[in-house]
């Protein structure tokens, strides 16, 4: 149990800026103190071009971890460095699915994904995982299917959510709203994305978050900073965990 705590025949694949590791900095945020944001952000930056009409997109990802959920209570300890593997997809078409390793260094992060397959997908979960690992020649892949042999990881939990981002490619800069966040115990309900969804987070709360490499200009911190607002240590995956097993508690 986790204790609480206060606050494809050609393989694709992408790190973050590099082996750099980017800032990120992560605000909990009321629902109209957010829109005001988006408001100042939108006329200074433009959108990330995968969104949809209104500037959002839709993301599911299925979170991993050990059998000591050490993933989760590294995040509790405040560990200098920790990690977490997840399977994701955007929109509600599981048509293209990614693996992505997302590790954290105090207050920096960096991220590396590739994209695998509907079979890759199904063959880790029905427990082929050996098939995945001599099938595939990408180190991402392999890694991960070597800890899911070795160290127990397995599926914990579905989070999902809303996304509005904002962008200046010539510094790297990205800024991200996420809406409605939510988790879900319903593994098998991944795909389809038709699971029970339980709010991690009060009414009307959402988070802002701005990822950067070693320069963020002073136009774009005026906007952010117009309003006083706190930066904290924050994990949408360990917050899930939480609300689901809150609910599992009160439904007992």
């Known amino acids: 149990m986790i204790k609480k705590h206060g606050n494809l025949l050609k393989r694709e694949k992408i790190k973050d800026a590099g082996s750099k590791y980017r800032n990120e900095w992560k605000y909990s945020e009321k629902e109209a103190e957010l829109l005001s944001v988006r408001e100042r952000l939108a006329g200074i930056l433009d959108y990330d071009v995968h969104a949809g009409k209104d500037g959002k997109y839709g993301i599911q990802s299925l979170y991993f971890d050990d059998y000591k959920d050490t993933c989760a209570r590294d ?27 997302k590790e954290k260094k105090n207050s920096g992060c960096h991220k590396e994904k590739c994209a695998i397959s509907l079979e890759e997908y199904q063959n880790i979960m029905e427990g082929k995982v050996m098939d995945v690992f001599w099938g595939t020649e990408d180190h991402l892949l392999k890694a991960f299917c070597i800890d899911i042999v070795t160290k127990g990881f397995r599926p914990k939990a579905i989070i999902s959510y809303q996304r509005e981002a904002f ?55 005026a906007v952010l900073q117009a309003d006083v607002r706190l930066q904290q240590s924050f994990s949408k995956y360990y917050l899930g965990r939480i609300a689901l097993q809150e609910k599992k508690v009160s439904s007992i």
């Not at 200098?80 to 990614?98: C, E």
């Not at 800069?173 to 709010?199: C, H, M, Q, W």
Request: no cysteine; glycine share 8%.
């Open 75 to 101: 995040n509790v300890s405040g560990e200098g460095k920790r990690f977490k593997y997840r399977i994701r997809y955007y929109g509600d078409y599981a048509g293209k699915l990614w693996l992505e390793k």
């Open 167 to 221: 962008v200046e490619p010539v510094a790297n800069i990205r800024v991200t709203l996420d809406y409605n966040i939510s988790a879900s115990d319903e593994i098998g309900r991944f795909l389809n994305g038709d699971y029970f969804k339980v709010p991690i987070m009060e009414s009307k709360m959402h988070v802002l978050e701005v990822k950067f490499d070693e320069v963020f200009p002073s136009y774009i911190k």
